[in-house]
């Protein structure tokens, strides 16, 4: 593969000296946007408008402290601009006159936005996610395994989870960020013996049934011969678990011979966990082939005691129990299955023990092995002492800056009763850690109006592309005051984008902008989606991120968001688009060919099954979505009042005819005009993003009735009169207009990364970034660096 | 609002309202001012709601009546709970829709809760009906809700979050934790626990105000929800110690032995539910779940063999069903037991199972196809008026009778889960 060129980037400081605008301004309203309004505007936009603009209330200048109306004079600014207001109907401004508006209307929003980022920040306060939470206890105390599940959900806000303004917190946040901090602690101290064991299944518990064949095991698995081992002809999770016994938190192998059994075909073993609330997932599948010899699969897994990890295979839709049973059961069955030769859990596995997460809580203190195999500390005579000097020692990685003693003495001191009563001491540690690890210190950036000290700047790098705290040479960095050097930055972002961290970044991010995290969020209707299976539920969502994080590992241009000679697929993915000859369960790039209707964002299953409903795609969920999410140009939300689109299966009508009469009202046709046009496009694709040319209709699944269903009609006209016939040109009118996707993907990172949303004076800064990167096609990782060097990525 | 009295009048339901008269028992918050929000009616005995559940299905050629009438002929099952006749009605025909889970069992983790595929990837469960009658009058008492479960911390009962929440499988350590005083060390390390707490916060709150002080001017919204956190939080350990100071309430029961023997599974169910009454009875909680399950084992029941779920899967084979029955009599009459000591227990005029709704039955319908289609489910007591056999249409939502049993708890909503209105018979 190649490498990414070093990126020749732009150490340009970007944005414009600050004393320009120190004077407060109290705006005037220009003579000329009176005179405008009053030409062009005010018939509709006056004190009886049906719309949500009243010109004649709007004020031009803020109250005290707040964003007045200023946030309608930037949409007012937007829709003028772009010609949408005064509608097509209307008639058009005086040219000269609608320039000079715009102009001043253009100087004073910037001006005013941009006082108002000095003087209280563009970025209030904001605290660490769910996500950011759970991976900042993980890393800091060097533990595995989520410790934040109390922790509520960070609910929908329309916008990335990241963004202070719609951040909140309650008793219950703080209560399960006190019981987060515990967990934490809990899986972090380990003082006991070690608990590594090593549970071999013998499968001596079906024994039983193999005697007894048409018995519940006796129609699932036999005894393989030769010997040992058992043969699993069905997908169930209750014959071959490796234990039901896990008694210590931590990370476990799961280690199996397996081979392919009485099969033509790929065998998939699939190894799941069950949880205690009664999810499963599907930590690892492996294509084991029929000519193959058995082979050692090694697996790791998080497991905490409650949890059951079992070993089966993908039965490809086929449920054999009523020919098991038709050949006496499993003893004489000829059909396909999973040979387990051997099937073994180790674990937990630790780099030493105690773990390292014990001697990153006890640095500076011996540990002693006892008697009992268990560990002592040795510890000094004046505890307290001992104890501030380890908090010490952890406090300046929990808040993640310089700490002063005087800080951490008040926690420090929350510990007095404790070495008072005489508890033991990795008892007593936790007081202190426990409530630094739920301290508004601990959970919230800190940060001034003005530029960011280099511990902001690492905190906030560090967030944006590992949703972690600053590691060690961050942390140097910082100290050293170097990080906010642009060159040291540069290496920086570089260094951390090829840290396997990042990839927390690009799950966390695709998870939100292109809301894949919804991806499984619906079922396919399994009448009519029979073929989606548990593999290809697990392997849909993987496919953007391979995708993406290619994109950014050879710096490629932002055209591939549209389209793309490549993708990335499993064996499983690979069959739901037709590509052939691809081996294996591990995701794998491959080049597409001309004629292929893959390539790019929108032709991936997750996208194409995020914006459907799991039966019906329509248009306008999918049309919505390249408005809003891939282009940042979000149709307005539908009138009150109006129904939705009912869609129809039964076969006699389709999502077009039904859109056809609505876009017939020319009130309607006003929006959907541009948004029904690219869910057009996408009509190829259907709910689970397979291709298709008919749609398949409820009722009578059967060949005959799929042959004579109603055929797809992918062509349309965008509202700029464009004609296309399918995704394929629809893609490539996508593509005139680069500037407009690649604008909208550095809007995103803008408020992912800064916590903040765009705001107007950050305009400027963004049109530079796309100025800086248009030549080379807007590549990628270019467009991350420009944003970190950003004026906006470094001032609070 | 609407009263309870429009609630339950709107839900074709006459129900017997309790009586203003003062409550016999001794409640601990007698003597000194509630912690909590005083139930608006204190002088009336309250309401409670009791969820048990057998996981593996009744057998239904064995439960369901011929005709759906008050005057039902007994079936195999029914007989066993004559004496009750009056006291409960079984209905047929309630669901859950999309129970299809990953394997039919997963529909345990949904009885009370009715979310959608339970166990397919990118499952979450959400509340259930136990504990949102929790959060409306789960205040008053010194337990907001109780879980039991008969072999493992399994239960039904799940948060706003869908997290379940862990059953309790000791009767001696639950008798203990409400009724006997502990021991110095233990109510040391509990007392220790919540000093911790509430020092911690204590201290937070004041570096809180620090920073609220030095933080930028105009926009503190997160310090300031934070500072109420901790104040409602510090609010919960306060109730918590107040609990603690509290004298229990004195029962003149003795304390249960656990039984450790996991095959004992009747025997096991039976101690969690000699110990309900008690708890009701003396306002620890008003709201119980009970999980009576044991795939694996081969039940201590006399003339059982096979173990419980291979039995439910009896393919019609007379011999597994015979033990099936067995297995199944001795569960039932456990639920009979429960209803009778409910019933031998008197409180202000009335008997202690008129206050309280007892809803009994399965997760799965039929158990031999393991499918959660056509529930077999009971409700007794609760003061409303039972009409025998009520054969709803088949798909009726179990959660419509969830939101009258709701209802009949003083509980206002009329929406839960899949409901699509209350049930009326």
Same mark, same amino acid.
């Given at each position: ?32 946007? *009176? ?118 959900? &960070? ?11 719609? %951040? ?54 036999? &005894? ?75 697996? @790791? ?66 540990? %002693? ?16 002492? %001992? ?6 020692? #952890? ?11 005087? &800080? ?7 510990? *007095?009763?404790?070495? @008072? ?18 301290? =508004? ?31 060690? @040479? ?23 984008? @090829? ?104 032709? %991936? ?33 539908? =009138? ?7 869609? *129809? ?8 005819? #039904? ?28 709910? #689970? ?43 490539? #009118? ?22 903040? &949303? ?17 030549? *080379? ?20 | ?44 005995? +309250? ?17 369901? +009546? ?51 595929? +339970? ?51 000791? +009767? ?254």
């Amino acid at each position: 593969m190649l490498r990414p060129l070093a990126p020749t980037l732009c150490f340009i400081a970007f944005g414009f000296p600050t004393t320009a605008w120190t004077t407060p301004a109290i705006a005037q309203k220009p003579a000329e946007l *009176d005179q405008l309004i009053n030409q062009h505007c005010i018939g509709c936009h006056d004190a009886d408008t049906e719309t949500d603009v009243d010109l004649s209330k709007l004020h031009y200048g803020a109250a005290s402290g707040g964003q007045g109306d200023w946030k309608k004079w930037e949409k007012v600014f937007d829709r003028v601009t772009q010609g949408e207001m005064p509608p097509p109907s209307e008639d058009r401004p005086d040219a000269k006159l609608l320039e000079t508006v715009l102009n001043e209307l253009k100087q004073t929003l910037h001006q005013r936005s941009l006082e108002r980022q000095k003087e209280s920040g563009r970025v209030r306060i904001r605290r660490l996610t769910k996500l950011e939470l759970g991976y900042t206890l993980q890393d800091l105390l060097k533990i595995q395994g989520e410790v934040t599940r109390s922790v509520p959900d &960070e609910p929908e806000s329309g916008s990335f989870d990241t963004i202070g303004a719609n %951040q909140r917190i309650s008793a219950v946040h703080l209560e399960s960020y006190l019981q987060a901090a515990d967990e934490a602690l809990a899986l972090a101290i380990r003082l006991g013996r070690n608990p590594k064991k090593s549970i071999k299944n013998d499968f001596a518990f079906l024994k039983d049934w193999h005697e007894n064949p048409l018995n519940l095991g006796g129609s699932i698995t036999r &005894e393989l011969d030769p010997g040992p081992g058992v043969a699993l002809f069905r997908d169930v999770d209750y014959l071959t678990q490796f234990t039901y016994d896990i008694s210590a938190p931590g990370i476990y192998q799961l280690k199996t011979e397996l081979s392919a059994l009485q099969s033509k075909t790929p065998v998939t073993a699939k190894f799941i966990v069950k949880d205690q609330s009664g999810g499963a997932t599907l930590v690892h599948s492996v294509d084991l082939l029929p000519d193959e010899d058995k082979r050692v699969i090694e697996v @790791e897994s998080f497991l905490r005691p409650g949890e059951v990890p079992y070993l089966t295979f993908d039965s490809e839709g086929n449920e054999p129990f009523v020919a098991i049973m038709a050949s006496g059961g499993s003893k004489n069955y000829q059909g396909r299955g999973l040979a387990i030769h051997s099937q073994e859990i180790i674990g937990p596995i630790t780099a030493t023990w105690p773990p390292p997460s014990t001697e990153t809580v006890f640095t500076g203190i011996k540990l %002693q092995k006892t008697l009992f195999g268990g560990y002592k500390l040795n510890l000094a005579s004046d505890k307290k002492q %001992q104890l501030r000097s380890l908090v010490l020692e #952890i406090a300046p990685r929990v808040f993640r800056r310089e700490v002063e003693l005087a &800080e951490i003495e008040p926690f420090v001191n929350l510990a *007095d009763s404790a070495i @008072e009563e005489g508890r033991p001491f990795d008892q007593l540690v936790r007081v202190p850690l426990r409530s630094m690890l739920s301290s =508004p210190q601990f959970l919230f950036f800190d940060g001034q109006p003005g530029r960011l000290n280099d511990y902001q700047l690492a905190n906030r790098l560090s967030y944006f592309l590992w949703k972690s705290l600053p590691d060690a @040479e961050l942390m140097m960095l910082a100290e050293s005051q170097e990080l906010s050097k642009s060159s040291v930055l540069t290496a920086q972002v570089e260094r951390m984008l @090829e840290d396997p961290k990042s990839e927390r970044f690009v799950r966390d991010f695709l998870g939100q902008w292109l809301r894949l995290y919804e991806v499984n969020a619906t079922s396919p209707d399994e009448k009519l989606y029979p073929e989606f299976d548990e593999l290809l539920a697990n392997a849909i969502p993987k496919e953007p991120q391979y995708f993406f994080s290619e994109l950014i590992r050879e710096n490629l241009s932002i055209a591939n968001l549209v389209d793309s000679d490549f993708t990335f697929v499993n064996r499983r993915l690979a069959k739901h688009y037709k590509i052939p000859e691809i081996k294996g369960q591990n995701f794998q790039r491959v080049a597409l060919d001309e004629s292929s209707i893959r390539g790019g964002l929108l032709t %991936q299953a997750a996208i194409l099954k995020t914006t459907a409903n799991g039966t019906t795609t329509s248009p306008v969920m999918r049309g919505n979505f390249v408005l809003t999410n891939l282009l940042g140009t979000p149709p307005s939300p539908p =009138p009150p009042g109006i129904g939705s689109i009912e869609p *129809d299966t039964r076969g006699k009508t389709t999502i077009r005819k #039904i859109l056809a009469a609505h876009r017939e009202d020319e009130s309607c046709n006003q929006c959907h005009k541009e948004i029904d046009p690219p869910g057009f496009a996408l009509e190829s694709f259907d709910p #689970i993003g397979g291709f298709r040319q008919r749609y398949r209709s409820s009722g009578q699944a059967n060949f005959l009735a799929n042959m004579f269903a109603p055929a797809v009609d992918a062509s349309g006209v965008t509202s700029g009169g464009q004609k296309f016939s399918g995704i394929e040109e629809f893609k490539a #009118i996508l593509l005139q207009d680069k500037k407009q996707i690649a604008k909208n993907f550095v809007q995103q990172l803008v408020a992912y990364s800064t916590g903040a &949303e765009v705001q107007f004076a950050d305009r400027e800064v963004i049109q530079e970034i796309l100025d800086v990167s248009r030549e *080379d096609g807007y590549p990628i990782r270019d467009l991350i660096h420009s944003v970190v060097q950003s004026r906006i990525f470094r001032e609070q | 609002m609407l009263d309870r009295r429009t609630l339950l009048r709107a839900s074709g339901v006459s129900l017997a309202l309790p009586l203003l008269e003062s409550m016999t028992t001794s409640s601990a918050l007698a003597t000194t001012p509630a912690p909590m929000p005083s139930d608006a009616n204190a002088q009336t005995p +309250p309401r409670r709601g009791v969820f048990m559940c057998t996981t593996l299905g009744l057998h239904p050629p064995n439960l369901f +009546p011929d005709a759906p009438v008050k005057d039902y002929k007994s079936t195999k099952y029914l007989e066993l709970l004559q004496e009750h006749r009056d006291n409960f009605t079984l209905f047929s025909g309630l669901q859950h829709e999309d129970q299809t889970g990953r394997q039919p069992h997963d529909s345990e983790m949904t009885w009370l809760t009715a979310a959608r595929k +339970p166990g397919m990837g990118g499952f979450r469960n959400t509340i259930s009906v136990d504990q949102l009658a929790a959060k409306h009058i789960g205040d008053a008492t010194r337990l907001r809700s109780l879980s039991l479960g008969t072999i493992k911390a399994q239960s039904q009962s799940y948060t706003d979050g869908g997290v379940m929440i862990p059953a309790h499988t000791s +009767p001696a350590k639950m008798f203990a934790q409400l009724f006997l005083d502990g021991k110095p060390h233990e109510i040391k390390a509990q007392k220790q626990k919540l000093d911790d707490g509430k020092s911690i916060l204590d201290e937070l709150r004041s570096q809180t105000k620090a920073l609220q002080r030095k933080a930028s001017t105009s926009d503190n919204h997160l310090l300031d929800d934070y500072f109420e956190s901790l104040r409602v939080a510090e609010s919960n350990i306060a109730s918590a110690q107040l609990w603690m100071e509290k004298p229990k309430p004195k029962v003149e029961s003795e304390p249960p032995k656990d039984i450790f023997d996991s095959a004992d599974i009747i025997g096991r169910a039976q101690l969690l539910i000699d110990l309900v009454p008690l708890i009701l009875q003396t306002d620890s909680t008003r709201v119980v779940s009970i999980m009576v399950q044991d795939h694996f084992s081969v039940p201590k029941v006399e003339g059982v063999t096979g173990n419980h779920h291979n039995l439910s899967h009896h393919g019609q084979d007379p011999t597994k069903i015979k033990q099936l029955e067995k297995i199944e009599t001795a569960i039932i009459e456990c639920f009979s037991s429960l209803l009778g000591q409910l019933k031998s227990k008197q409180e202000a005029g009335q008997t202690l199972l008129d206050n309280t709704s007892v809803l009994f039955g399965s997760n799965l319908g039929n158990a031999n196809a393991h499918h959660a289609k056509n529930l077999p489910i009971m409700l007794a007591g609760g003061g409303y008026e039972h009409a025998g056999y009520v054969a709803k249409q088949e798909g009726t939502p179990l959660c419509n009778l969830f939101v009258t049993l709701l209802q009949g708890l003083s509980v206002e909503v009329d929406t839960f889960g899949q409901s699509n209105g209350t049930l009326s018979w």
